[in-house]
């Protein structure tokens, strides 16, 4: 699948916010594309540390980078669009039906890239559990 030149661009624009940076596309033997970003991982879990993410990586951390992926089938259908333990897909598809169906097509790309970054915003901004409320 060929990205629109402008995708790039604007979904960069979308994540700088969060720390992202553009990294690369990809293009697989099968015919999926994968756009990745990363983030430097210190930063990012300062910024961020109700995410667990540096626990997820245990002994492992601090890792290179920190990776948010989105990928697209070879007909051009976004199928992962990833940032490290969060599938944003399926967490829109539970939490904003709406946000989901603007992830899951590329019938507008530029506003595809739009909702991964509002996905990101939505879910960094997300008040998470009180482990104490729960037991």
Do not use: C, K
């Not at 015919?31 to 990745?36: D, I, R």
């Not at 109700?50 to 492992?60: F, P, W």
């Amino acid at each position: 699948m060929e990205i629109p030149d402008e995708y790039p661009d604007v979904l960069t624009d979308e994540l700088a916010p969060y720390g992202f940076a553009f990294a690369s596309t990809t293009e697989g033997e099968d015919g999926e594309t994968a756009v990745l970003f990363e983030a430097e991982p210190e930063s990012f879990v300062r910024a961020n540390p109700e995410l667990g993410i540096e626990e997820s990586y245990g002994s492992a951390w601090p890792p290179a980078s920190l990776r948010l992926i989105v990928s697209f089938d070879r007909h051009g259908d976004p199928i992962q669009v990833d940032f490290e333990t969060i599938d944003l897909l399926a967490w829109a598809a539970s939490a904003d039906p709406g946000l989901h169906d603007r992830l899951n097509t590329m019938a507008d790309p530029l506003d595809q890239a739009v909702a991964v970054g509002e996905a990101l915003g939505a879910v960094l901004s997300t008040e998470q559990p009180i482990d104490d409320f729960l037991e």
